[in-house]
């Protein structure tokens, strides 16, 4: 077994199960489904595989009523994966009115080729954040780093998250008190894994090592609970820094959003 088949099956065994939502308020079985809610009006479908499902458009159709009858749901994401065999997913989804969003590439690994040669950057800091203020300032500085709009919603739900103690850490770069990136660690209970998500730079501060330097500390820290494994789902500008770090590419993933 290569280390892609290795890593892949780690990832279907251990992370397609309710340890891939740990901060839910709520899940709910439908046949092979798990239907998610999170905080902020979020909507999450998941699953292990699709194999046994006989009609994938009813199933869709089905899935998509569990959100609608909850006014507080504003978005569902379909998280598809490119290893997976689910004929007829796709059309059943956009006829539906879910939107394909970019893929990304699901990246695992071993955690310590992620902490080693990422010296940080002359004049920048690394910090844990956990204030509402600092949770703020981070989520609008991701905003702004994706072109997005300030989204308040969702610096709500990371509070909600922190004030749950769920293992969940927050991490900022700054430059003379001026956070330039950020990003999340996120360990996986029962499992040899963490996830590292939100990763977010601002443009004017890309190719200096920052976010190495950022990936590296969450790495430690998650080498300190005992964790061995690494999993992200990665755009194509942090790809190659895992990459250069260890993880492999095991597949893809590409969200599908409704919006209300």
Not at 109 to 124: H, I, K, N, R, T
Not at 154 to 168: E, K, Q, S, W, Y
Not at 186 to 205: Q, R, S, Y
Request: aromatic share 6%.
């Amino acid at each position: 077994m290569t280390d892609m088949e290795r890593y892949l099956q780690a990832y279907d065994d251990q992370l397609r199960t309710d340890a891939e939502t740990p901060s839910a308020l709520s899940v709910a079985a439908m046949g092979p489904l798990r239907l998610v809610t999170f905080a902020g009006g979020r909507g999450f479908i998941t699953y292990r595989d699709l194999a046994g499902a006989v009609d994938i458009a009813a199933l869709v159709a089905d899935a998509l009523g569990h959100f609608r009858v909850d006014p507080d749901i504003t978005g569902v994401e379909w998280k598809t994966r490119g290893h997976d065999h689910a004929p007829g997913l796709h059309e059943a989804l956009v006829a539906n009115g879910f939107v394909p969003g970019e893929p990304e590439s699901i990246m695992v690994g071993p955690l310590e080729g992620l902490s080693a040669d990422a010296p940080v950057p002359a004049g920048v800091t690394l910090r844990k954040v956990t204030s509402n203020a600092d949770v703020r300032a981070m989520s609008a500085m991701a905003d702004d780093a994706f072109g997005e709009s300030v989204n308040t919603r969702t610096a709500d739900a990371l509070i909600a998250r922190l004030a749950r103690h769920d293992g969940m850490e927050l991490w900022v770069a700054e430059i003379d008190g001026r956070m330039v990136s950020a990003g999340r660690l996120e360990p996986v209970p029962g499992t040899d894994f963490v996830g590292i998500w939100g990763g977010a730079t601002l443009a004017e501060f890309r190719g200096r090592g920052i976010y190495r330097a950022l990936t590296a500390a969450r790495a430690r820290s998650a080498l300190a609970m005992g964790k061995k494994l690494v999993h992200s789902d990665s755009t194509e500008f942090s790809r190659p820094i895992l990459e250069r770090s260890g993880l492999v590419k095991v597949s893809t993933t590409t969200p599908y959003e409704w919006t209300r």
